[in-house]
Structures are given as structure tokens and as C-alpha cells.
């Protein structure tokens, strides 16, 4: 309401101009309430450089803020009807409001956080729909239930109970169907107090009958009995033979999957059956975690996290499987899981480091590359698809000694052909998951130093980048790609993409170390001398695309079949305006490496 009693009304006819820079000092901070006002810098609009603003966004705010003359022209681009407010009682609304002040300062920011509670509303209700007790058996039971004969003696039934960390053993006849139960419950009164010898058939001391339920009544029905009849375990059943058993943790779990449950599943895993369910628990996590209005840094992080732990499982089961010493090599992983940035829709990218012969007895290749196949081809059954490229461990180009891999990664630094730049896009990201980790930390070093020392490596890396320009027409309109009769843009080629090959750049050229796009960011951010406001503002666009991203394949509302094109037009008008103030923050940072590198 102060904001209206202090301005005035004004109207501008298309192509009239409302703020010029030779008008001096700006005046009047300008708030649109209809129409739309393009802005063009210099002779920035000669590349695409203009930009357009829109109902609801107010301008010029630096040169006010500034007290200075703007350097962009202001006009209109259809009949444009205006609030304006003068400079002093902008400073004094400012002044009054500190939300009125911050925002002035941290618009993108705050228009991140509106975003982010909308998709927050929209998860919370999904994630509940998707952890409710109306859930079949038959998605609870992932894993081969443990069962014994009746005739097993209950030294092996208890023995193999505690190898395999579970609460209750299930004796079944020789056609699988359930005779009884025994649970760590029932162990006091029917084992020690009875002093029963552990020699004992366990037909002895199971609990029996046993209730069970079959693979279509729902986890409601299975609450219910443990409720009624005081139980703890129900066995799974199928045209009676037994697939399964659910616990009360199970419901639990149902009700709220945790961080640590999925972790603890994954690394509990005792094979690739096992690891496929865990694998679709990691989505539904993804979806939870947005019910709950987890940023795009920590969402990204967590389900990278996940599949860290789930990829590092797999090489673990594998190498031991073929009689593999971890210590032998590193698996380590490349392009968005070696930046920590996957996003659910994402395919492999990994390599094999293996140590030279003179750090230990040389490994034979056939061994190492059938073992990564399996590997490859299980994180493929897990979701994972195989690289269309071959960048995976099971090709033999992927898997070389740590000499073997400095050599290639000097000839790419020092050659920097067309392919040399492809490869650094993808193979300059790299990071270990299991395996010897000192293998890694030598050839990040190697790596590192090699790139600093080559200004012209650095100069083809930036010009290469910049063939890929931020989506914006001339006149400051997203500019979109019609696909299936909608407009649309991909947001990992035209976005994510062009922000992750500037901070490889430019931790390249300044020695940083980290590989994730936003710890690149915070790191030379202050070592190029930008504001702080600047480099948050790239931190800021790229989590945002990220976010927008994830969404997409979290609803399946892809288009055209890629998993990161999206339709802008179904975008709400909160996302739609952070989508192109981020776009126009991709923009000034592709200018800065023009300015650094093109002279």
C-alpha cells in the first residue's frame, strides 16, 4: 500500500522509451502493472544481449540503488501502463520495510524461495499418496525371505539369523508353503527358559499355525493382523508358497523412509535382486524429499549420495564375486555423478584407475574388464542405463593404469583438439567411489597442475564453451525450440550444461580441486573479484535449472521423449520469471569469459 500512495501512473506506447541512458542520474524506479518493456545495453543487442521484462518486475533497480545513470535503453513493446517511484521514497520504503530493502538487493533469491514452496505444496501431497498403508505386499516384498526345514537345527536357524542381521526365521515345508515362525521375540521364553539344547529340530520351538497374507492384500491388511493377534512378522504368500515376509518396521518404513533406511537397505544389500528395490526406494526418497522443500544443492547431493553408496555396494559384491582386491584400482565415477549433480534421469559415466605394477602385483586386465561388465550391466538393471558413448569401465579405453591415465589426460590438455575439449566435459570430473582413493588423489593432482600451466588448454576450453549461447532472442524473450507443438527447452544442453563447463573453466584456470559446480563457484568466485551477490546469483540459476530438472522426471512431464526438455508454458508465472532472470545470469557470465579469454 506505501508503494502505491508514493507513486504515479504512467503510460508508454510500443517502441516509446521510458528510462534512456543519456536521461542522466535514474530518477523513478518503474514497477509494470501491464504490458512489456525491453532493455538493450550498448551494442550488447547486436549479440543477442537485450532483455524483457514483464507485468510484475520493476526496473531500473541498480541504477537507482546506484544513484546513477543506467546503461541499458528502457522502451516499451506494446502499450505499457506503469507505477513509478522516485528514488528518494524508494530509499525510504526501503528504509521502513526490510523485505522491501532485501528484495531490492536479492530479487532472484527471494523469487527462488516462492518457487521452492510451490514445489514443496505440490510434493508433500504426492510423497504421502505414495507412502500410504493402501500399498500391495507385493511392492514390499524385494528380497528372498530366509526360511529353513522343520527338521534344521536351531543352532544353524540362529546362526544364520544373526550372520544376516534379521529378526525372525521361517520354517517352511519342501513345496515352500509356512509351517511356523520363529523371532528373536519368541527366543526367551521358548529357547533359554526352556533350556531347550540348540540341537533341537526347529518344528519344535516354531510358533505355528503361522497367519500369513497373500502378494494383493495391501500393507492396511497386514497392520491389521499384527494388531489384532499381536504379531510382529507376516509371511507373503503366492498360490501358497511363501515370496515374502513383512515386519512391523516394515510399516513403519512405509510411513517414513529415511536417509538412513535407504542407506542402511543398499548397504545391507546381498545382491543385485536386492539392490534393483533399493534403487526404486532412492526415487521415491527423491520425491519426498521435495514434499519437504529440500533445496536443489541437497537434493542433488542426497540422491547422488544414494547412488554413491548403492554403485560402491555393487563393485563390492562384484570384486569379491571375482576375487578382486579393491585396494588393486579405483572405480570412479565421471561427468554429473563425479560432480555429485545426478539427477534422477541419468545414464553412466565411469572409469577404472588401476595401480602400476610398481605399487603392487600387477592385476590381469581380462579379470578387471569382466568384472566391470558385470558391474556396468547390473547398475543397468538397477536404472542406470549404459552409456551410449562406451564411457564405462567395461571399455578397455576406460580402464588403464594411473600412468597410463595421466598420459592420456596430458595429451588432452596439450593437444586440445575438438575431441580433447568433448573428453575434458566429461572425464575432468572425476571422483572415486570404492577402491583406492590415493589412485584418484594422484591424478587429480597431475591433472590440476597440467591445466594451470596451459593458458592456451584453458582459452580453447572457454572458446568451446561459448558455442552453446544462454536461450534469450533479442529481445530478452526466452528463446524456445517447438517440439510437438509446444515450446520448449532443454535444460541440461541450453542451462545446467553452460553453467557447469564455466565453473570447470575457471577452477581449471585458478587450481581449485573440487569438482561440483557449486563448491567451483564458491571457490573462484572470490578469486576473480566477483560480488558476492554475483557469484551467489550463479550458484542460485544452476540449482534452480537443477530443480526444474529433477522435477520434470520426478512427474514425467518430459517432452519429446528427452528426459530434460521441458514445456515453458507449463511453467507457473513464479517459474517462468526465475527461469529467465536465471537465463540472464547465464548471459552476463558468458560475457565475463568473453572478456577473459576472446582477446
Keep these: 500500500m506505501a508503494f502505491v500512495e508514493a507513486s504515479r501512473q504512467g503510460f508508454f506506447a510500443p517502441g516509446e522509451a521510458v528510462v534512456r541512458p543519456e536521461d542522466g542520474p535514474a530518477r523513478e524506479l518503474f514497477f509494470i502493472r501491464r504490458g512489456a518493456v525491453t532493455g538493450k545495453r550498448g551494442l550488447s543487442d547486436l549479440s543477442g544481449g537485450a532483455f524483457q521484462y514483464e507485468a510484475g518486475d520493476l526496473f531500473p533497480v541498480s541504477a537507482v540503488l546506484a544513484q546513477r545513470a543506467p546503461t541499458t535503453l528502457y522502451s516499451a513493446t506494446e502499450d505499457t501502463f506503469v507505477l513509478a517511484v522516485s528514488a528518494d521514497d524508494m530509499q525510504a520504503l526501503a528504509e521502513r520495510s526490510a523485505v522491501f530493502g532485501d528484495f531490492l538487493n536479492r530479487r532472484i533469491l527471494k523469487f527462488l524461495d516462492l518457487s521452492r514452496s510451490a514445489l514443496q505444496v505440490a510434493y508433500s501431497s504426492q ?24 527338521e534344521t537345527p536351531l543352532r544353524d536357524a540362529l546362526m544364520r539369523m544373526h550372520e544376516l542381521h534379521i529378526g525372525s526365521m521361517l520354517v517352511v515345508d519342501a ?29 519344535k520351538v516354531m510358533v505355528q499355525p503361522v497367519l500369513s497374507l497373500t502378494q494383493k492384500h495391501t500393507a492396511q491388511d497386514a497392520a491389521l493382523l499384527m494388531s489384532r493377534h ?84 555393487l563393485v563390492e559384491l562384484t570384486a569379491e564375486r571375482h576375487g578382486l582386491d579393491l585396494q588393486a ?22 572409469a577404472l584407475i588401476v595401480a602400476d605394477a610398481i605399487d603392487g602385483p600387477p592385476t590381469d586386465k581380462g579379470r578387471l574388464l569382466a568384472f566391470a561388465r558385470e558391474v556396468n550391466e547390473g547398475l543397468d538393471a538397477c536404472g542406470f ?38 573428453n575434458a566435459s566429461i572425464y575432468f570430473d572425476f571422483r572415486t567411489l570404492a577402491g583406492n582413493t590415493r589412485l584418484t588423489e594422484r591424478l587429480r593432482e597431475a591433472v590440476t597442475q597440467r591445466a594451470m600451466a596451459n593458458p592456451r588448454f584453458l582459452r580453447q576450453l572457454a572458446i568451446n564453451g561459448l558455442t552453446q549461447s544462454a536461450p534469450l532472442n533479442w529481445l530478452g524473450q526466452i528463446d524456445t525450440t517447438t517440439v510437438d507443438g509446444r515450446d520448449t527447452l532443454d ?35 572470490p578469486a576473480l573479484g566477483a560480488p558476492d551477490r554475483e557469484h551467489q546469483a550463479w550458484v542460485g540459476g544452476f540449482e534452480f535449472l537443477q530443480m526444474l530438472r529433477l522435477r520434470a522426471q520426478l512427474d514425467g512431464t518430459m517432452v519429446g521423449g528427452n528426459a530434460n526438455r521441458i514445456a515453458v508454458s507449463d511453467l507457473n508465472d513464479i517459474d517462468r520469471r526465475i527461469l529467465k532472470e536465471t537465463l540472464r545470469v547465464l548471459r552476463s557470465l558468458q560475457q565475463r569469459v568473453r572478456l577473459d579469454y576472446e582477446r
Design 127 to 150: 510423497a504421502l499418496a505414495e507412502q500410504s498403508l493402501e500399498t500391495p505386499l507385493a511392492e514390499l516384498c524385494r528380497s528372498t525371505p530366509v526360511t529353513c526345514l522343520p
Design 175 to 203: 513345496a515352500q508353503a509356512p509351517l511356523g515362525i520363529l523371532t528373536r521375540y519368541d527366543i526367551l521364553g521358548r529357547v533359554t527358559l526352556a533350556q531347550l539344547p540348540l540341537s533341537t529340530p526347529m518344528h
Design 230 to 313: 499381536g504379531i510382529r512378522h507376516v509371511p507373503v504368500t503366492h498360490e501358497g508358497r511363501v515370496v515374502g515376509i513383512v515386519s512391523e518396521r516394515d510399516l513403519f518404513a512405509l510411513q517414513r523412509l529415511s536417509l538412513k533406511q535407504v542407506s542402511g537397505s543398499i548397504r545391507h544389500a546381498s545382491d543385485l535382486v536386492t539392490l534393483q528395490a533399493v534403487a526404486h526406494d532412492i526415487r521415491r526418497f527423491a520425491r519426498s524429499l521435495l514434499g519437504q522443500g529440500v533445496h536443489a544443492k541437497q537434493l542433488t547431493a542426497l540422491i547422488s549420495h544414494l547412488n554413491d553408496v548403492l554403485t560402491s555396494r
Design 329 to 350: 584400482f579405483c572405480w570412479i565415477a565421471l561427468g554429473s555423478e563425479g560432480r555429485g549433480e545426478q539427477t534422477i534421469a541419468t545414464d553412466q559415466d565411469n
Design 385 to 422: 542405463p549404459l552409456c551410449k558413448g562406451n564411457i564405462m569401465a567395461s571399455n578397455p579405453e576406460c580402464c588403464l593404469t594411473l600412468t597410463e591415465w595421466q598420459q592420456r589426460f596430458t595429451q588432452w590438455i596439450d593437444q586440445g583438439s575438438p575431441k580433447d575439449l568433448l
Design 491 to 525: 535444460l541440461k544442453l541450453q542451462g545446467t550444461a553452460i553453467f557447469v563447463d564455466v565453473a570447470r573453466l575457471y577452477a581449471l584456470a585458478q587450481g581449485v580441486s573440487a569438482t561440483s559446480t557449486r563448491e567451483r563457484f564458491e571457490a573462484v568466485g
